[in-house]
């Protein structure tokens, strides 16, 4: 039976340095890209808009379904016009931010998707809270490739759950109505 040598001690240590130098590496490594995944950088909010913008019976259709508003108010609602993979189809987000709809759960935001012959259906009624930091985006169009069976984008949703962490919820258009399908909540930095 043949005897191995020992191995001398300085490569010993050198190998020992060598997988500790590594471990920190890696472990600083990840945990830098793990902080980088988190957050969407590609968020874009929507471009709203004076509802004279878009077709007069989607405004009338609007507030009819959502409100008793005088027509002197309803120069107050803003638009999102976002177009669609049908280039007939468009989806309006409406955003009702007047003193009128706004209470204790948010402000009235609607979304309505134009069929055929100037014929409108209403996908997303929901209220948000529209007070959000600086740099985030109460709806943008979401990012994250969703099985979508429709042409319709899906939206991402932001809002101070309790202070301070946001929560993001992905809402996807299930051919009827835009329902959520992810949620994420996400630490503010404290000032």
């Known amino acids: 039976m043949k005897i191995i040598p020992i191995p001398n001690n300085k490569i010993v240590r050198l190998v020992r340095y060598f997988h500790f130098s590594l471990g920190i590496v890696l472990m600083i490594s990840a945990l830098l890209l793990n902080g980088c995944s988190n957050t ?40 999102a016009t976002i177009p669609t993979h049908d280039k007939d189809k468009h989806l309006y987000i409406l955003n009702f931010n007047s003193p009128d709809l706004c209470g204790r759960l948010g402000c009235l935001y609607a979304g309505y998707l134009s069929q055929d012959q ?24 979401s990012s994250d490739n969703f099985t979508n069976t429709s042409n319709l ?39």
């Open 40 to 79: 969407n950088t590609t968020e874009v909010g929507l471009n709203w808009h004076n509802a004279r913008k878009i077709p007069k019976s989607l405004v009338n259709l609007a507030v009819s379904e959502n409100t008793s508003l005088l027509p002197v108010k309803v120069s107050s609602i803003k638009v």
């Open 118 to 141: 100037g014929q409108y259906s209403s996908v997303m009624n929901l209220y948000l809270q529209p007070d959000l930091p600086p740099g985030k985006h109460l709806i943008s169009i």
């Open 153 to 191: 984008p899906c939206l991402d949703i932001q809002q101070i759950n309790f202070n301070p962490i946001l929560q993001e919820i992905t809402y996807c258009f299930d051919g009827r109505y835009y329902q959520p399908v992810k949620n994420t909540l996400l630490k503010l930095p404290v000032k």
